[in-house]
């Protein structure tokens, strides 16, 4: 086994055992610990943000088809569900997977999805997308590169992203404590993003800077502002 897979065993496996966890942080009603609201209110004001963010751009006419790589729990997916659009989730943990599958069906019984159990890597699609959306995904990612070139193959006009930075002191601990978890992380520089981006020929993008992440959209076809 080489030692990249090794490393998305190991992502995978943190994602099995800490899928409904992880759906938790999305729920935002009264039956939250105060130790848990504590958390959000101090950590996961990014994450809320870009959740917002997304979807003010996914929102657009120029949007019917979203690839929504890394999943998760389905929770975008209701919302692109409940927008009309035409929905494909691709993720590595099958329970989150199950999550995703019961509540989009719960939300949005005759929308349009497809849910893919496996590496987005080793995925070959048959039909292009309009967006991707990648959110807390490339924490995990030890080649953002090789994953943006793919993209660019699989969709036409939008990528959104989020890539953790890698000069923000709460991440440096978060890394600390996933060593313990045994799963691998990566951040990032605002340089490093340029660099790939301008390496995989991508010119027309936005790069916004929040407390602990880069919320990214590429355009993919230069002449089109979606
Ligand atoms: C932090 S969760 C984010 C879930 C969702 N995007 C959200 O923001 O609510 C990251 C997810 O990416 C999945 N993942 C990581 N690497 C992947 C890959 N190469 N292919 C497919 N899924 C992957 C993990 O299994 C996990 O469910």
């Not at 939008?158 to 991440?171: C, E, K, Q, T, Y």
Request: hydrophobic fraction near 35%; charge should be neutral; proline fraction near 2%.
């Amino acid at each position: 086994m080489s030692f990249e897979s090794n490393d998305k065993d190991k992502v995978k496996s943190t994602f099995e055992s800490g899928a409904q966890k992880f759906d938790r942080i999305y729920d935002h009603s009264e039956n939250k610990s105060v130790f848990n609201r504590w958390l959000d209110r101090s950590f996961r004001q990014d994450m809320y943000l870009r959740f917002e963010r997304t979807l003010e751009n996914i929102g657009t006419n120029e949007i019917h088809s979203i690839l929504d790589v890394g999943c998760g729990s389905g929770r975008y997916c209701i919302e692109y569900l409940k927008m009309g659009k035409k929905v494909v989730g691709i993720d590595m943990a099958s329970n989150m997977l199950k999550i995703a599958q019961k509540s989009c069906y719960e939300a949005a019984p005759d929308g349009e999805i497809e849910f893919i159990s496996g590496n987005y890597m080793e995925h070959q699609f048959e039909q292009k997308f309009d967006a991707a959306v990648l959110m807390g995904l490339f924490d995990y990612i030890e080649d953002a590169e090789s994953m943006l070139k793919k993209l660019k193959t699989d969709v036409n006009k939008l990528v959104i992203a989020s890539f953790p930075r890698s000069d923000n002191l709460p991440n440096k601990i978060r890394k600390f404590r996933y060593f313990f978890k045994n799963c691998p992380l990566y951040f990032y520089s605002r340089e490093q993003l340029e660099r790939i981006f301008l390496s995989i020929g991508v010119d027309n993008y936005t790069i916004k800077q929040t407390d602990r992440e880069y919320f990214v959209k590429l355009h993919l076809k230069s002449t089109e502002q979606v």
